[in-house]
């Protein structure tokens, strides 16, 4: 009885090590060296090759190796039946939470005016707002949205949330749903998305939420490219609907060269590095759910295939 890993990057050795420190007397395995298919019980995914989850017959459940599962319940080939896990880590909610907040004090300084600034060579004195002139809006109040209003509330920020049906007891305004989405997005000077990619939310960002927020709003997009519609962005630039954006995300990683982003004076891009899993961190809870899955005990982070989160 085994587990593999199957990843689309170079980071496969780090999780087997990880995975290793903490039950030595499991086989890991790699998907793309040879292994018995048979023997394997659990697979740790991080977009995995299309169509290889077929290639185990006695798989008994799918551990995604992030918090975001979507790539897991988009795969057409997708075994029936079997638990999909995910990754629920400290480290990966206060990472967050340091990027979001980072992002949002660069902005209302407008640091990356300046660094523009300093390439070539211009001493150009910029107004600033303060913390107290903003209020932020956070799309997604899970274990990710909710660290990053905690902070943000720690900090002084004026914050409100908004969910699909959950009611958290905040210090602060949630709203609920597509009914409560208006009032909620009217309030936001500052949107920081942290929704999960799903069927009702891919698209979600779209013009018809940029001409809800209050003129010349901010948006951070820390959770999946697919979310936002690329195209109404760049339209609500051009209208000043929306001054700034801060993308972590993209439909297409690595964004492609000709992109309109990448030389877009209102945008700040990074590379899909908001918040990383780091493998020992999280290696205990996946062979904790190893094992639960092997003695038919409780399961940790299940997702619902249903809700598609
Ligand atoms: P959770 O599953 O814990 O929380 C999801 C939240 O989104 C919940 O509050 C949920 O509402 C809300 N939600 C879901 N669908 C809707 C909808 N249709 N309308 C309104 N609200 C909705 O997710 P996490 O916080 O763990 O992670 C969020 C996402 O962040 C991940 O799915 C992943 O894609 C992304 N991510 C990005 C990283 C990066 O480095 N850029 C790193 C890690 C994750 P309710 O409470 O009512 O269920």
Redesign the pocket.
Known sequence: MAIAILRNDDRTDSWIRALEAVAPEIPLYDYHQPHPREAIRMVGVWKHPPGSLWEYPNLLGIHGL?????FILEDPDLPEGLPVL?V?DPY??S??AE?VLAQILSGLRQLPAYTLDQYSNRWNPRPYNRIEDVRVGI?????????VADLLVRTGFDVR??????Q?ATGYPVF???EG?QAFLSESDILVC?????P??RG?LDQSVFDQLPVGARLIN???GPLLNEEDLLEAFRTGQVAQACL??FSQEPLTNSHPFWNHPGISMTP??????EPESVAAQVIANYRALLGGGPLANE?SRE???
């Open positions: 992030g918090a975001g599962v979507d995910r629920v990966l909610a990472d967050m990027y799309m997604g109040l899970g274990t990710l949205g909710k660290a949330g908004w969910t699909a049906r959950s958290p609920q749903g597509p989405r942290l929704l999960p990619l799903t009702k939310t979600i820390v959770a999946r972590d995300v899909h590095v908001a918040s990383v899993s997702v809700r598609g989160y």
